[in-house]
């Protein structure tokens, strides 16, 4: 399983989080809410490559992505 870190800038809000999982050649997509002591995910979606999956994380920021940093 690869985990990788996604961070998206848009017009309206600045680093919003989330995680894109591979397991058994399928992405997995969460949106992450960063709390105090523990993050809470949400899945958004799954894809079959890396190129749909950051598709779906664009459509579901809203607004104007101005950068996507994957670490």
Not at 11 to 18: E, M, V
Not at 24 to 51: M, P, Q, T, W
Request: hydrophobic fraction near 35%.
């Amino acid at each position: 399983m690869t985990k990788r870190t996604v961070v998206v800038d848009t017009d309206r809000q600045r680093g919003q989080l989330y995680y894109v999982n591979e397991y058994a050649g399928r992405f997995y997509i969460y949106d992450v809410d960063v709390g105090l002591i523990f993050d809470d995910k949400k899945k958004i979606g799954e894809s079959r490559s890396l190129a749909d999956a950051l598709e779906i994380i664009k459509s579901h920021v809203g607004g104007s992505v101005r950068d996507v940093r994957i670490k």
